[in-house]
């Protein structure tokens, strides 16, 4: 099947340009100024923007946490995606400890397949470092899984200085690439108990953001950067959150290292106030790191409107309320994270391009190019171009609406930025040729498949 979108503006990390768009079954086949095609069907796209479909490189869904499981596996989780525009999430396949790699990953395709309804690709959290993990390695690069994560916090997943180093020397051998979760552990765990000893007890979440410093990610990312640079090898900077952890990537920088940097909506558009609302609403907005000052969140967009954060991801790990519950009476308890997928790219438009922080050509790059170079998706994904699948979303810069927990897929039950009244959305979502969602409803759901990451150079 062919159809033709006239009168559209395509947008691509670079330009702006009023063209028309061909596609025929999957795949991208033209693009250019009156294109006729007496087969195809015509789509009227005038005063639209058609960016590629936008990819979420920082998920976790259906993951085991804090004794329980996230809201969202991957039936509501990539629902939720579609509904906003994103075509392709990287989630975390996740290595529990005496795991093998392979074992992490059949998991991982037992949650994801069939019950997606974009495409999907994994990253591998790597929690439990030893010999056979390191031959494993090899055959998992082999099989199309290049990107990797590794914690710097978190009891169960956080690995030492010495196997991230080992880590990282492996994965330059083999041409992968780390993503790192960057808080000082230690810090942490003392904040916590000097709270517990101040106060008798922990349940007040005001007291949260104070027991993950932003110096606490600010050490973490310097030593993350420093190992890397002793190995030698370029990292990504997950989810930075603070100032104080950017200045350390611009030293970094400076030095000559390669330090790719993704920071998320809930950095950019919330802060640390939501922790002092109270009756345990503050709960719904604990994730790790903290939501920060509004300070941090100037230089984040300064940041990204310089170029300087490649990718703005979700970080979607959503709780229901019943489930943050559990940490009605020590906030230590609260499994962590916030529900953000569908979200995500009417925040940024809204946010970014409705008030003059970045042009729609950067948040192309920041949500659709970037991630699919850095990930290796490129140019499968990621960009409209003859050849490329045909992901599209067609935005309405016009269109105005609320955020409401009634109107969106996830199964988090609550909407982080409730009521928040925003201009620009995704009107019609195509998934390799497909119409799959329309104003926030899925049309086609299960049509998501499994994306490999193809071998070659990072090429941002
Ligand atoms: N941060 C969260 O808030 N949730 C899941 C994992 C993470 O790093
Ligand atoms: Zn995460």
């Known amino acids: 099947m062919k159809r033709l979108f006239r009168g559209g503006t395509i947008v691509s990390g670079k330009e702006m340009r009023p063209l028309d768009l061909l596609v025929e079954d999957e795949k991208i086949l033209q693009l250019g100024q009156d294109l006729e095609d007496t087969e195809a069907q015509v789509v009227d796209v005038s005063g639209k923007l058609i960016f590629p479909g936008f ?19 991957f039936d509501t989780g990539t629902k939720a995606e579609l509904a906003g525009g994103t075509t392709c999430l990287i989630d975390f396949a996740t290595q529990n400890k005496g795991e093998t790699l392979a074992y992490a990953l059949e ?19 790597i929690s439990d470092w030893n010999r056979q993990v390191s031959q494993e390695l090899s055959a998992v690069v082999k099989s199309g899984i290049r990107s990797f994560k ?24 083999l041409g992968g690439i780390a993503g790192v979760h960057c808080e000082n552990k230690g810090i942490i765990d003392a904040r916590l108990l ?16 104070g ?3 932003d110096l606490a990610e600010a050490e973490a990312v310097s030593r993350l950067l420093k190992i890397a640079r002793c190995v030698d090898t370029p990292v990504i900077v997950v989810h930075l959150s603070s100032r104080e952890g950017y200045e350390e990537v611009k030293r ?17 558009v919330m802060d640390e106030s939501r922790y002092f609302l109270p009756d345990g609403e503050g709960r719904n907005y604990m994730c790790a790191p903290p939501l920060r000052k509004a300070a941090d969140q100037e230089v984040l967009w300064q940041a990204l409107s310089q170029g300087q954060i490649q990718t703005v991801a979700t970080d979607h790990c ?21 529900p953000g997928a569908q979200e995500r790219p009417a925040l940024l438009y809204h946010y970014g391009v409705n008030t003059g922080k970045l042009t729609e050509m950067q948040m192309c790059a920041l949500l659709a190019e970037n991630p699919a170079k850095l990930y290796r998706l490129y140019p499968r994904k990621g960009v409209i171009a003859p050849g490329s699948d045909a992901d599209l979303v067609i935005w309405d810069p016009a269109a105005e609406y609320t955020l409401t927990k009634d109107r ?21 979502v195509y998934l390799r040729g497909r119409l799959a969602a329309r104003d926030g409803e899925i049309l086609l759901p299960y049509a998501g498949r499994y994306v490999v990451a193809e071998e070659g150079e990072i090429l941002l």
């Open 55 to 73: 990819i979420d490189g920082h998920t976790h869904m259906d993951l085991e946490v804090s004794g329980t499981v996230t809201a969202d596996g």
């Open 107 to 125: 998991r991982w395709h037992q949650k994801a397949d069939g019950r997606s309804s974009c495409d999907y690709a994994f990253h591998l959290a």
């Open 150 to 173: 590794l914690y710097m916090t978190y009891d169960a997943m956080v690995v030492d200085d010495e196997s991230l180093y080992e880590i990282l020397v492996r994965l330059k051998e």
């Open 194 to 209: 000097e709270v517990l000893r101040k106060k008798g007890h922990r349940q007040d979440t005001a007291d949260y953001p």
């Open 211 to 213: 027991t993950r410093p």
């Open 252 to 268: 970094a920088r400076l030095a000559g290292q390669t330090v790719y940097v993704e920071t998320c909506p809930q950095y950019l």
């Open 318 to 338: 959503s709780f229901t309320q019943k489930q943050k519950q559990a940490g009605a009476e020590d906030f230590a308890k609260t499994p962590c994270g916030m």
């Open 408 to 428: 969106q897929q996830s199964a988090a039950g609550y909407c982080p930025m409730e009521g928040t009244r925003l201009k620009g959305r995704a009107r019609e």
